[in-house]
């Protein structure tokens, strides 16, 4: 689809031309004559191939002065990009920006914060988006805007402030510009009340399919804290604290290759944070087609990814909550380590202000690191020593909020991350794969992956050799662990017998995968 680093003209309109579905969310069309940009699979007519131009990002297409189709709706595709996997500042610039980062700084702050000089990171983001850093935040904003129109009947001033527009004033002026109407005429569906945002806004966020939700279901009841978790059917459920604000999320699959996301708020100014984390939680802007290809090149990989190609890696909905799981998961069983989150919940979790009926299980959110940090947590029932490491850490991340940030090479996060008490070299690594979205994140000496090779290859390798071999997986090396553990679990399930302790993933703190 690109040549010498540009979109090939010639390949993008024969892909848009047969409507194919393999390159949404990979580009966008841009018709000069109407000056409305288009996903490939646009059911508008082709336009001629001298009035199209192709833009690598939506904000690449908005930034050049057109506006997205109300047909195909730009704002409702995957969201994919041919870069990922190859420029990780960018993946986690991106990841910065969505969690707010130039809501109230500047590029200059966002750069500091990964390392690069800001000329860099434009350049960076110019080569691989077509955009500035701000023209992505603007787009994302007027785009989530867009889609509560179409999706929601919230109320146009909630949107405003729900998408992150500073004033009811911006977002008027914003979409009479783009459109040449107000916001209004683009509703599709009568309008409510604000109680909506009590009641639950909902949302379809899209993925690129196969999908393997079972699996990300499996994955998330066994792991599920009692008071924080639920999963019911084929949903499920948490509370969350976002900026002070309480609220629960229901995720459940939708028919239209999206999940279907349940947001229950008093208030909605969180909530391009909370999508955000949703996206990174179920792994939403992975390719699996393309991840697929890539691990399929070794004959191992291939067998397993025909197995489930769907597969994603489980993303976490917060750094502290993710590595407070893994230190309490270490040396013991799944059951016992949520056993004992779950009396953590119980005990130093703040109690929900507004409870729901639909969850009447969920009660509090994750303690908060101050509260942790201040409580003498050997009453848990859990050794002294950990207990400490659990203090220490709640007390690492008080003395800085962003130590699980996205702004660091893997490198740097994993030498970071292994100065935290009870952080070693596979906790370090787990958080980066599942918090940070580092795809290329191994823990190595997890005791399931190498299990899993011995009966793929019939030899067990030790971590240097299971190390030597992974090479040829990158940048994908979580999502091949994802497949080693799918299968080393599958397995286990098959065996007549009770697993040993060793068997079980005891020793090696894998607990928590």
Sequence with gaps: MKLDGELDHDACYRAIATRDARFDGRFFTAVKTTRIYCRPICPARTPKPENVVFFPSAAAAQSAGFRPCLRCRPETAPELAAWRGTSNTIARALALIEGG???????????????????????????????????????????????????????????????????????????????GRPPSKLRRIARTDAS??????????????????????????????????????????????????????????????????TISMPKLTALPTIIARIRRVFDLAADPQSIGA???????????????????????????????????????TVRA???????????????????????????????????????????????KARAKALSSLAAAVVADPQIFSAGRSLEETIAQ???????????????????????????????????????ATGQRPDPRELLQRAEQWRPWRAYAAQQLWAADAAAIETKPARPSRAEAGVMTGAALR
């Design 196 to 261: 909506q945002a009590v009641s639950g806004t909902t949302i379809l966020l899209r993925y690129k399919p196969p999908y393997d939700w079972p699996a990300m279901l499996s994955f998330l009841q066994f792991r599920a804290i009692s008071g924080l978790e639920s999963v019911s059917g084929d949903s499920y459920s948490r509370a969350v604290n976002v900026g002070g604000v309480q609220g629960i999320v229901t995720v459940e699959p939708s028919d239209r290759q999206a999940l279907r996301a």
């Design 294 to 332: 890539h691990l399929s090149e070794d004959p191992v990989m291939a067998k397993l990814v025909r197995a489930r190609p769907g597969l994603r890696v489980p993303g976490a909905w917060d750094g502290f909550e993710l590595a407070v799981r893994a230190v309490l998961g270490q040396q013991i």
């Design 417 to 455: 991350l292994r100065n935290l008490a009870g952080v070693g070299e596979w906790t370090a690594q787990y958080i980066a794969m599942r918090e940070l979205r580092e795809p290329d994140a191994f823990p190595a000496a997890d005791i399931g992956l190498m299990r899993a090779m011995v009966d």
């Design 101 to 179: 980062a130039l809501d109230e700084n500047d590029i200059d702050a966002l750069a500091t914060r990964l390392g690069v000089g800001e000329r860099h990171l434009r350049r960076l983001f110019d080569q691989h988006l077509g955009a500035s850093p701000i023209a992505v935040a603007q787009t994302r904003r007027v785009l989530l805007a867009k889609q509560l129109i179409h999706e929601t009947a919230l109320p146009m001033t909630q949107i405003a402030m729900a998408a992150g527009f500073g004033s009811i004033r911006r977002f008027n002026e914003t979409f009479s510009k783009l459109f």
């Design 337 to 383: 380590a949520i056993q004992l989150a779950s009396r953590l919940v119980a005990r130093y979790g703040d109690p929900l202000t507004v409870r729901s009926e639909r969850h009447p299980g969920i009660t509090h959110v994750f303690p908060r690191p101050e509260v942790m940090a201040a409580a003498d947590l050997s009453t848990l029932g859990m050794p």
